[in-house]
């Protein structure tokens, strides 16, 4: 099993400050996805990454942008939070290759004011 | 247009009972499907997968079947424990972008 990490776990901030959730893995997997899920909602890909200096958009739009700077480290950065931000925001990352099983981080669940 | 849709929202079931959760796709390209179970303030957590090469894969409690004439697969869990109470999420490969298309969910309750 993969060991992933997210951090905050849960974040309550006012609308127009600038937030950071960091995601981080120790299993040296070149994929990395963000997520995001609403309550009672599937899950959305926002954003993914096939290995360092390499990110794309997912099938949702997001405001959020991303960045692969280090293999482990897949940061999610958005400029300007908004109530709409509001969500619960998954990470999650994969070998590479074809069917390779996603392996998620706790989450960060975002509450914006 | 929901490529994996998971028709029960919800589902009731007797401890040591057989539970049995359904999924549907319409895209016969996805070759690779698995399971996930959710806690709400948790990641969702690996459960099982299948090739479309397979029409079964089993694990221990958890067996998936699939049936790719139908576009279906199920995940049947015997004998079902409360502890697997929780929200199971299908999902389905994409393909060479392995990016994965998820269902909305089913809850399922075990009661003791």
């Known amino acids: 099993e993969a060991d992933i990490y997210q951090t905050p776990r849960y974040l309550v901030i006012g609308t127009g400050k600038k937030i950071t959730l960091e995601c981080s893995q120790t299993?040296?997997?070149?994929?990395m996805y963000w997520y995001q899920q609403d309550p009672g909602m599937e899950l959305h890909l926002i954003h993914y990454?096939?290995?360092?200096?390499?990110?794309e958009k997912g099938d949702l739009s997001s405001e959020s942008t991303v960045s692969r700077i280090r293999t482990e480290h897949f940061p999610l950065t958005l400029e300007s939070a908004r109530p709409s931000h509001t969500s619960q925001y998954l990470c999650?990352?994969?070998?590479?290759?074809?069917?390779?099983?996603?392996?998620f981080g706790p989450g960060t669940r975002l509450l914006v004011l | 247009d929901q490529q994996v849709k998971q028709n029960s929202p919800s589902l009731s079931v007797q401890e040591g009972r057989i539970s049995i959760l359904n999924c549907d796709y319409t895209?016969?390209?996805?070759?690779?499907f698995l399971w996930y179970k959710k806690y709400p303030a948790e990641g969702p957590t690996f459960l099982i997968s299948?090739?479309?090469?397979?029409d079964k894969n089993e694990d221990g409690r958890f067996t998936v079947f699939l049936n790719k004439s139908a576009k279906h697969l199920s995940l049947h869990i015997v004998p079902s424990q409360p502890g697997d109470s929780a929200v199971y999420f299908c999902?389905?490969?994409?393909?060479?972008?392995?990016?994965?298309?998820f269902g909305t969910g089913t809850l399922l309750a075990v009661q003791p």
């Open positions: 990454s096939y290995g360092v200096n390499s990110t």
């Open positions: 999650a990352s994969s070998e590479r290759g074809h069917q390779e099983t996603q392996y």
């Open positions: 895209n016969s390209m996805f070759d690779y």
């Open positions: 999902a389905a490969d994409g393909g060479a972008t392995n990016k994965l298309i």
């Open positions: 299948i090739s479309s090469i397979k």
């Open positions: 299993m040296g997997h070149d994929k």
